[in-house]
C-alpha cells in the first residue's frame, strides 16, 4: 500500500510542473489572450479548440466538455492515474524527492503493483538493455540490416533502436536483477507466459522503442533477422495497460515539435522509412505499428497540428495548405492503393487538408534514400496529390474509359467517391473535376453524384446544411457557425447569427440571438454586427452608466441557450457535465459583470484593489458566485492573496488556497473563472480593467444602497422622528457622494 505524500510536497510538485510543458506534450497549444493559452481539447472530439490553460494559475479548462484542473489532476485524466501516481510521475519528472507521512508505508513497490509507473520504469530499462545489446559480437546481423539500409551507429542511437538476444530469458534475468517481478513483466508485454514459465517476447531480433508522445517508452516493435526465426517478419507489443496500437505512433515524440511547427504530418508505413524521412529532411515522419491509420490516431494528428474547421485545410496556389495538413506515403502497388482507400474513409474524421504521395516504381522512403538519396524523398513528400483525387483516379484506372460503356461504369463507381466527400465547398469542385477526367457533361456528372449521395433533386448543387442559407432566411442573416448555429434557434444559441433590426424600431433592436450588440447605435459607437461572443452592453455603457472597458472576453466558449456550457455536439447535449451548481445566464448583465469580478479576483489578485475585501456577504446576487466570493473570502481576501507575494507560482498558489476553502460543487467554477481568458488582451491595460469591473461591482451594490435609502427615507415621517430622518438623508447624501466618486463625477 502506497503511504500518504506530504502536503508540501505535493504543493511542491504542483508549482514546479509547468502545465503548459505537461499539457503541451498532448496538444499544440497557441496564446488565446493575456496569459491564456488554448488548443483542441485532448478530452473529447472537437474541430475548434475550447481547451484553455492559464499557466500563471496553473490552471486548464475545457469550454466544451467541462474538464478543468491543476497539472496533477491533468495526468491523471490524460494517463489514468490515482492521484499520489500522478504526483510521483511528475515528482521524478520535476526533481521533486517525495516524502511520506509516518505510518502510512512509502511509494508502491512489490509483487502486486503493476502501476503505469512500473511498467513504464520496465520500459525504459529495457530499451537501454537492448540498445545496448545492438554493439556485441551476437548483434552482428542487426548492424549489417541498418548498414545495407544507410544507418549507422549514430542513427541507431538517435532512434534508440536495440537488439534482443537470442536467449529466452536474457531481458528476464536483466529486469529482475533491477526489482521487477514477473507478473509486473507479463503485464507490461516485455515477457510471454508459457507452459514452461515466463521467457521475453523478443528474441534474435532488431527492436525499436515505441514511445508515447511524451517520450516514455511504452512497446516496442522486432524485425526478425534469423532463418531459424519461425516467428512474423515483424513482431510489436501486445495490447497491455500501456500500449494500445490505435493510440501510437512510431516516432511520434521526435516528430511532435516539427509537426507543431510545419503544420504537417508524413505518415509512413515501417520503423526504416521514420528514419530514412527524418534523416532526409522530413522531419514530420510517423508511422502506425502493425494497424492501419485509424480515427484514434486522426485525433491525435488533429491535436498537434492545431487542426480547426474555421481554417478547413484549404490550399493555397503555392501548394502550402492553411489548417495544417496529413501526407500519406504508400506503395505504387495494389496494396498500396487500399491502404489509401482506407485513409480516405478515415479523412472525412479531421478536417486537416489530405494528401497521398506515391512512388511510381513502388519504393518506400527507406528503399528510395538508398537508391536515389534524401533529395528524393523530399520530393516525394513534396509531389502530393490531394487524397480524394487520387482516390477518384485510382476508381477510374479500373475501367475502360476509351469506351462509353466503360465511362458510365466509371461514373457509377466514382460518383458515390465523390457523394462522400462532407465538405460541401470540395463535393461539387470533385464533380466538376469528375467530368474532365470522363470527359462526360458536368450536369450528368451533378446529377449522378447527388443521386449516390440520397440528395433529392432540388437540393442538387447547393449546401442547405452547411451555413450556406436556407430558404426563408432574411437578408443579412447568416446561420450556422461555431456552436451549430440553426435558423431557429432560441435566444442565446451561439449560431452566428446576424439579423436586421424589425421595422419600426428606430434601429434598436437587438441583434438575432438577443445577445448580439445593438443594431443601429451609432449614438455610442456600437455596430450592426457585434463581434462574436460580445454581449449587447459588453463594454459599451449604458446611460447613466459609467463602468467602462470591455465586459467579456472576445471570444466566448460555447453556450446554450440557458447560458450554460455545452459541449459541440450540442449545447447541453452528450459530453456536458453535471454539476451542482451550474453557470448562470450570460443574458443578464449583472451575472456578467459579477463573473468577471471574480475572474480576475482568481487570476489578478494583486491587481485588484483593497475596496474588494470590503464587499459584503450580500455584494453577489447570482448564488453561484456568491458561494465563491464566499471561499474568497474564506481564503482571507485580497490581502491574504498579497501575503503570498508577487511571483510565477503566486496565482496558482491563491487559487489553489481558494479552492480549499470552496465545497466539491464550486470547484469546476472556480477553474472556470480562473482559466476564463480575459477580454483585455493589452497587457498595459489589464490592470485598469481589473479597477474598472471591480469599481463597476461596488458602483452596483452603492446603487442597490441609494435605492433602499431612497425607499427608507420615503417612508419614514420628519415629524414623527426629525433625528432617524437626518440620519436617513445624510446615509443616502453620503451613497450619492460615494457613487459619483466612483464614477469619476
Not at 495494389?334 to 478515415?346: I, T, Y
Not at 464587499?615 to 491574504?640: Q, Y
Not at 446603487?703 to 430622518?725: E, N, V
Request: hydrophobic content about 40%.
Amino acid at each position: 500500500m502506497a503511504g500518504l505524500i506530504r502536503r508540501e510536497d505535493v504543493d511542491a510538485v504542483r508549482e514546479r510542473a509547468r502545465i503548459e510543458d505537461v499539457v503541451g506534450e498532448h496538444v499544440t497549444l497557441k496564446t488565446a489572450g493575456v496569459g491564456s493559452m488554448k488548443g483542441l481539447c485532448p478530452f473529447h472530439d472537437e474541430r475548434s479548440p475550447s481547451f484553455h490553460v492559464r499557466p500563471q494559475v496553473g490552471r486548464y479548462h475545457c469550454f466544451g466538455c467541462g474538464e478543468g484542473g491543476d497539472v496533477i489532476s491533468f495526468v491523471q485524466k490524460i494517463d489514468g492515474l490515482p492521484f499520489a501516481e500522478a504526483v510521483e510521475y511528475l515528482a521524478g519528472r520535476v526533481g521533486v524527492q517525495l516524502r511520506y507521512e509516518e505510518g502510512t508505508g512509502g511509494p508502491r513497490s512489490g509483487p502486486d503493483t503493476g502501476t503505469r509507473r512500473r511498467l513504464i520504469d520496465a520500459h525504459g530499462v529495457a530499451a537501454q538493455f537492448y540498445a545496448e545489446q545492438l554493439a556485441s559480437p551476437a548483434a552482428a546481423a542487426g548492424r549489417a540490416f541498418l548498414a545495407e539500409r544507410g544507418f549507422d551507429r549514430s542513427h541507431a542511437e538517435h532512434f534508440g533502436v536495440g537488439f534482443a538476444p537470442q536467449g529466452w530469458d536474457s531481458l528476464l534475468r536483466h529486469l529482475r536483477g533491477r526489482g521487477f517481478t514477473e507478473s509486473e513483466l507479463v503485464a507490461s508485454g516485455l515477457m510471454s507466459q508459457g507452459s514452461r514459465g515466463v521467457y521475453d517476447r523478443f528474441r534474435g531480433r532488431l527492436v525499436w522503442p515505441i514511445r508515447e508522445v511524451t517520450g516514455d517508452v511504452v512497446g516496442f516493435g522486432a524485425r526478425k533477422l534469423f532463418e531459424e526465426d519461425q516467428g512474423p517478419k515483424y513482431l510489436n507489443t501486445p495490447e497491455t495497460a500501456l500500449y494500445k496500437k490505435s493510440q501510437v505512433l512510431y516516432g511520434l515524440d521526435l516528430a511532435k515539435r516539427e509537426i507543431a511547427k510545419a503544420r504537417q504530418v508524413v505518415v509512413v508505413e515501417g520503423y526504416t522509412d521514420v528514419m530514412a524521412a527524418h534523416l532526409s529532411g522530413v522531419p514530420t515522419a510517423v508511422a502506425t505499428c502493425g494497424t492501419a491509420f485509424g480515427a484514434e490516431h486522426a485525433r491525435i494528428v488533429r491535436r498537434l497540428l492545431g487542426d480547426s474547421a474555421v481554417t478547413g485545410g484549404v490550399q493555397l496556389a503555392s501548394g502550402a495548405s492553411v489548417g495544417g495538413e496529413i501526407i500519406f506515403t504508400f506503395d505504387g502497388d495494389a496494396a498500396g492503393q487500399k491502404a489509401a482507400m482506407r485513409a480516405f474513409g478515415e479523412d472525412q474524421s479531421f478536417s486537416a487538408q489530405t494528401f497521398v504521395a506515391v512512388e511510381p516504381s513502388g519504393m518506400d522512403p527507406c528503399d528510395l534514400r538508398q537508391a536515389r538519396g534524401p533529395d528524393a524523398v523530399r520530393a516525394l513528400v513534396s509531389g502530393r496529390q490531394p487524397l480524394f483525387e487520387f482516390v477518384i483516379r485510382t476508381t477510374l484506372a479500373a475501367h475502360d474509359l476509351e469506351t462509353a460503356e466503360g465511362r458510365v461504369a466509371a461514373l457509377r463507381a466514382a460518383a458515390p467517391v465523390v457523394a462522400g466527400i462532407r465538405d460541401a465547398a470540395l463535393r461539387p469542385e470533385y464533380a466538376r473535376m469528375l467530368a474532365g477526367w470522363l470527359g462526360m457533361d458536368a450536369d450528368s456528372v451533378r446529377t449522378a453524384v447527388a443521386r449516390a449521395g440520397g440528395e433529392p433533386e432540388g437540393q442538387r448543387g447547393r449546401a442547405a446544411d452547411h451555413g450556406r442559407g436556407r430558404p426563408g432566411e432574411q437578408t443579412g442573416e447568416r446561420a450556422g457557425g461555431r456552436g451549430g448555429g440553426r435558423p431557429d434557434a432560441s435566444a442565446g444559441d451561439r449560431g452566428d447569427r446576424w439579423t436586421r433590426s424589425p421595422a419600426g424600431d428606430g434601429g434598436r433592436g437587438r441583434a438575432g440571438d438577443g445577445a448580439r450588440g445593438h443594431v443601429g447605435d451609432s449614438g455610442r459607437g456600437r455596430h450592426a454586427e457585434a463581434p462574436r461572443g460580445r454581449h449587447a452592453d459588453q463594454g459599451r455603457g449604458r446611460p447613466g452608466e459609467s463602468w467602462g472597458g470591455s465586459w467579456g472576453p472576445p471570444e466566448e466558449p460555447p453556450y446554450d441557450a440557458a447560458g450554460e456550457v455545452g459541449s459541440e455536439r450540442g449545447p447541453g447535449g452528450p459530453g456536458a457535465p453535471e454539476r451542482a451548481l451550474p453557470s448562470p445566464d450570460r443574458r443578464d448583465p449583472v451575472a456578467r459583470l459579477e463573473r468577471q469580478v471574480l475572474e480576475v479576483a482568481l487570476q489578478q489578485p494583486l491587481l485588484v484593489p483593497a475596496d474588494f475585501d470590503l464587499l459584503g456577504a450580500d455584494a453577489f446576487a447570482v448564488p453561484a458566485f456568491r458561494v465563491v466570493h464566499e471561499a474568497i473570502r474564506a481564503a482571507g481576501g485580497m490581502t491574504a492573496a498579497r501575503e503570498l507575494a508577487a511571483g510565477p507560482t503566486a496565482a496558482a498558489a491563491w487559487v489553489e488556497r481558494v479552492s480549499e476553502e470552496a465545497g466539491a460543487p464550486v470547484l469546476p467554477l472556480i477553474t472556470e473563472l480562473a482559466v476564463m481568458p480575459l477580454p483585455e488582451d493589452r497587457p498595459a491595460a489589464v490592470e485598469t480593467y481589473v479597477r474598472g469591473v471591480v469599481a463597476a461591482l461596488i458602483d452596483l451594490g452603492v446603487t442597490r444602497d441609494i435605492a433602499a435609502a431612497r425607499s427608507r427615507l420615503q417612508r419614514m415621517d420628519p415629524a414623527g422622528d426629525l433625528d432617524a430622518y437626518q440620519a436617513a438623508f445624510a446615509e443616502l447624501v453620503a451613497l450619492e457622494t460615494r457613487r459619483r466618486a466612483l464614477r469619476g463625477g
